[in-house]
């Protein structure tokens, strides 16, 4: 695991990134609280996050927020206390909280850590959310630290951005190793990245944080990874035929030569033609 950290005058934020899927899990510590966002992936980070946030708690109140539900970003959602007696309160999309077969989300995580990585997970629980982001740009005031979610379908339905000043946690978007997986709406996921511009009238930007892939750290790094994404998106609709989109992908290297890429390209332009 990696450790990034980046310090403001009111705030420290620290990204610990799994080797697995290079998967980010986001701290941000104010003098008013702590947040975790998407919580871990494998059992051993989950548990040093954990560990680390109680080291740090002093006291202050726990929340932990999810981008989104897919199995990688829930499996940490258990065993969660800041001090040995507090709870946390759990903070998801109103679309998170309104999915069905959720249990089946983390049972699927855990199907997949045992078989591609031999790794044995502890009982998994789907999130019960005690705050649910029900208004696009709503914020949660606490203290006089504010929390603001941004509704951000497309990668899925219920994916969802978390602003806090300078730092931005985007959720399975604009990541340099994945391209977009459209798991949601294509349209959706074209209009969230169009919305980045007008986050971005509304906030500054010194650290946005992908679900996968390393930190973003300045405007021009965040315009250009939307640019690709969207040029990615345009492209898509201009494909005719499968080999087309083979030859379309080749600039795709991290992920391309391998069934699962291409096939994950394959239902992107499904979405796309309404097969
Ligand atoms: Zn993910």
Known sequence: MNVWSKQWSHQEAKVFQSTGYQYNATVLQTRDLILVVDPGLFPDDIQTIQRYVSEIADGRPLYVAFTHADWDHVMGAKGWHATPHS???????????????????????????????????????????????????QTLHVGNTAITFYHAPGHT??????VVDGLWVLGDYLSDIEFPFIFGDYDDYKQTLEKIDRILQHH?????????????QSTQELMQRKEKDLQYLRQLKTIADDQQLMDMIQGYTFLYDNDLARNLHRENHRKVTNF
């Open 87 to 137: 709870t946390p309160r759990m903070i998801g999309s109103i679309g998170m909280a309104q999915l069905t077969a959720k249990q089946e989300r983390v049972e699927e995580g855990r199907k997949i850590l045992r078989h591609l990585f031999y790794i044995d997970t502890p009982p998994l629980e789907f999130p019960e959310l005690d705050v649910v982001v029900e208004k696009d740009g």
């Open 157 to 162: 339905r219920e994916s969802m951005m978390i």
């Open 204 to 216: 500054t930007m010194e650290w946005a944080v992908p679900g996968h892939g390393s930190i973003i």
